[in-house]
T-cell receptor
Framework: DVKVTQSSRYLVKRTGEKVFLECVQD?????MFWYRQDPGLGLRLIYF???????EKGDIPEGYSVSREKKERFSLILESASTNQTSMYLC???????????FGPGTRLTVT | GENVEQHPSTLSVQEGDSAVIKCTYS??????FPWYKQELGKRPQLIID?????GEKKDQRIAVTLNKTAKHFSLHITETQPEDSAVYFC????????????FGKGTTLSVSS
């Protein structure tokens, strides 16, 4: 059974803080993704990675960066958190060549 | 870039009725079209998907149809049950490998008994 875990379920940060969201998958998946989910806007892709140290911009990369130093781990970094980054953040992973994405439980980030 | 439009945003049906959700996409190179279901407070899960070389796929009460010429695809749920109540997302791939997705904004389906 695929397991995707995220470091925190809930996080509260101050404006201007540097924020790290961690995602780990245990199924040796090549592809990993970060989305944010906001009511009425669906799932929007921030960044994705298809290999260690590789990253590709998604639809809304501004204000975010990512790091993939190990195959199983994909980190989302908010260099200087702002209130408009308050959202639910979902990580997902998939096998190369396979479409199905397996999602983590999400991190609800509040920036005050 | 790729854009996916999903309609309707909300859908209310009686138990036993059918429900249809429609999506259109903009990138003619898209080759993979999944549908995800997200129950309240839970993570999205794949319920059915279709690739561009297939026109229709069925799995028990759910089916997906794809019209590549018109660039639209639809989810059909028959004999709806209260447990079908959830938010449904369509998506279309935008990279050559078919692995990166752009999602629609979602449809909240409510099935009343």
């Amino acid at each position: 059974d695929v397991k995707v875990t995220q470091s925190s379920r809930y996080l509260v940060k101050r404006t201007g803080e540097k924020v790290f969201l961690e995602c780990v998958q245990d199924m040796d998946h090549e592809n990993m993704f970060w989305y944010r989910q906001d009511p009425g806007l669906g799932l929007r892709l921030i960044y994705f990675s298809y290999d260690v140290k590789m990253k590709e911009k998604g639809d809304i990369p501004e204000g975010y960066s990512v790091s993939r130093e190990k195959k199983e781990r994909f980190s989302l970094i908010l260099e200087s958190a702002s209130t408009n980054q308050t959202s639910m953040y979902l990580c997902a992973s998939s096998l190369m060549g396979q479409g199905e994405q397996y999602f983590g439980p999400g991190t609800r980030l509040t920036v005050t | 870039g790729e854009n996916v439009e999903q309609h309707p945003s909300t859908l209310s049906v009686q138990e036993g009725d059918s429900a249809v959700i429609k999506c259109t996409y903009s990138d003619s190179a898209s080759n993979y079209f999944p549908w995800y279901k997200q129950e309240l407070g839970k993570r999205p899960q794949l319920i059915i998907d279709i690739r561009s070389n297939v026109g229709e796929k069925k799995d028990q009460r759910i089916a997906v149809t794809l019209n590549k010429t018109a660039k639209h695809f639809s989810l059909h749920i028959t004999e709806t049950q209260p447990e079908d109540s959830a938010v449904y997302f369509c998506a279309a791939s935008f990279n050559q490998a078919g692995t990166a997705l752009i999602f629609g904004k979602g449809t909240t389906l409510s099935v009343s008994s």
